[in-house]
C-alpha cells in the first residue's frame, strides 16, 4: 500500500425522496441512505465497508461509482471530481472504476454468451477493433480468473454460482480498471467457494495493482481482506481504523457489539467470552434518531448521545470515530 490516495469521499451524502399523492407527487421527506460520510483510499489497499442491512454501504458504493448521482458531497478519483463530470467525461473516467456485483445469477445476462458478457464494455470503449481481437482478450480474461477459455460460447445457466462470479469479475477487468468496487461479491456463494473468490481478489489485486472498496458483513472475512475497515450504521461511519487496530482494540460501541458476535474458534476462549446484545431494530433511514443514531440502541448513552450529534474525529493517528464517550486514545 502506497500513500498516494486514489480515492477521496468528502461529506457525501445520498438521499432518495419520498413522495406522496398520485397526481401532484409532493416529496414529503428523504430516505437518507448515505448521510454525510468522509474517507480516503490508497492506491492499492483494500477498504472493507462493513455494517449490518439497510446501513447504506451498496448505495456508498454505487455514488461513488456515480451509478447514483449523489445528494451533496464529493467524490474525487485522481484529484478529479466525479461530481462535476457528465457525459463522455464520466463515461471515459468510468473505464477505470468497475463493480462487482453480489449475486452473479443476476447480474449476467441470460441470454448472453460469456464472450458477449465480458466483451460488451470493450466494444463499446472501442479498445478492440474487430470480434477476432475481442474474443482474444476475452479468452485471456477467462484464463485469468481460473476458467478454460473454450466456454466463450457457452451461457451463464451452464456454470456453478463460483464460476459465474468468476465471470463478472472477468467482466470487470475487461476495461482494465485501476479500482473496483466488490459489492458483497461472497455472500450468494456457498462458504466452500467464498474462500477461492477472496484469494482469486487478492490475487489480482498484487497482480493488477488494483484497489478495492470490500462490501461485506462477514466481519472475519474482512479482517483477512482488508488493510483498513470502516464500520458503517445507518447512513454513517461510526469507526474507521486499521485492520489490526478495530479487532483488537474498537472503540465505538457499535463496533464492539458487532465483534463480539464474530465466534472464536478457540471453545475454551469462546465459553468465558462476553456477548453485546443489542436491543431493538435498526431505525428507519427516512426517520433517524436526533443526536447520535446508535442512541436508541447502544447500552452507554447518556443524555448527550440523544440530543447532540458526536463529531467524526481523529481519536489516535489514522483512527476515526464518532462517539461522545470516547476519548483520544493512546
Avoid at 60 to 83: H, I, K, S
Avoid at 119 to 125: L, V
Avoid at 166 to 172: F, S, T, V
Avoid at 239 to 255: F, G, S
Wanted: charged fraction near 25%; charge should be neutral; include cysteine.
Amino acid at each position: 500500500m502506497t500513500t498516494d490516495i486514489i480515492l477521496r469521499v468528502k461529506n457525501l451524502k445520498k438521499y432518495f425522496p419520498i413522495t406522496s399523492g398520485l397526481i401532484l407527487n409532493r416529496k414529503v421527506g428523504d430516505v437518507k441512505a448515505v448521510d454525510d460520510i468522509t474517507f480516503d483510499i490508497h492506491r492499492g489497499e483494500t477498504l472493507g465497508l462493513v455494517g449490518e442491512s439497510g446501513c447504506g454501504k451498496s448505495t456508498t458504493g454505487l455514488t461513488v461509482l456515480q451509478l447514483y448521482r449523489p445528494t451533496m458531497g464529493q467524490v474525487e478519483f485522481e484529484g478529479q471530481d466525479l461530481t462535476e463530470l457528465k457525459g463522455p467525461a464520466l463515461r471515459q473516467m468510468r473505464r477505470r472504476m468497475q463493480l462487482i456485483f453480489q449475486d452473479p445469477s443476476a447480474s449476467l445476462n441470460p441470454r448472453m454468451t460469456v464472450g458477449n458478457i465480458v466483451g460488451e464494455a470493450m466494444s463499446t470503449h472501442k479498445i478492440v477493433s474487430n470480434r477476432a481481437q475481442r474474443d482474444a482478450r476475452v479468452k485471456e480474461l477467462l484464463d485469468v480468473v481460473g476458467l478454460n477459455p473454450n466456454f466463450i460460447n457457452r451461457y451463464p445457466h451452464e456454470f456453478s454460482g463460483g464460476q459465474r462470479q468468476r465471470i463478472g469479475i472477468a467482466r470487470a477487468l475487461a476495461l482494465e480498471p485501476d479500482f473496483i468496487v466488490c459489492d458483497e461479491p461472497i455472500s450468494a456463494l456457498d462458504v466452500s467457494i467464498q474462500a477461492q473468490v477472496i484469494n482469486l481478489l487478492h490475487n489480482l489485486r498484487e497482480q493488477f495493482g488494483l484497489t478495492y472498496l470490500f462490501i461485506a458483513h462477514d466481519l472475519s472475512m474482512v479482517r483477512h481482506f482488508s488493510d483498513r475497515v470502516a464500520v458503517m450504521y445507518l447512513g454513517k461511519i461510526v469507526e474507521l481504523t486499521d485492520r489490526d487496530t478495530l479487532y483488537k482494540n474498537p472503540q465505538h460501541p457499535y463496533t464492539q457489539a458487532l465483534l463480539s458476535a464474530v465466534p472464536i474458534p478457540d471453545p475454551k476462549v469462546e465459553a468465558k467470552r462476553q456477548r453485546i446484545t443489542l436491543k431493538g431494530d435498526l431505525p428507519s433511514p427516512s426517520n433517524p434518531p436526533a443526536g447520535c443514531n446508535f442512541s436508541t440502541r447502544c447500552p452507554l448513552a447518556t443524555a448527550e448521545c440523544f440530543q447532540v450529534e458526536p463529531e467524526y474525529r481523529e481519536i489516535a493517528p489514522n483512527h476515526w470515530a464518532a462517539c461522545h464517550l470516547i476519548d483520544e486514545v493512546d
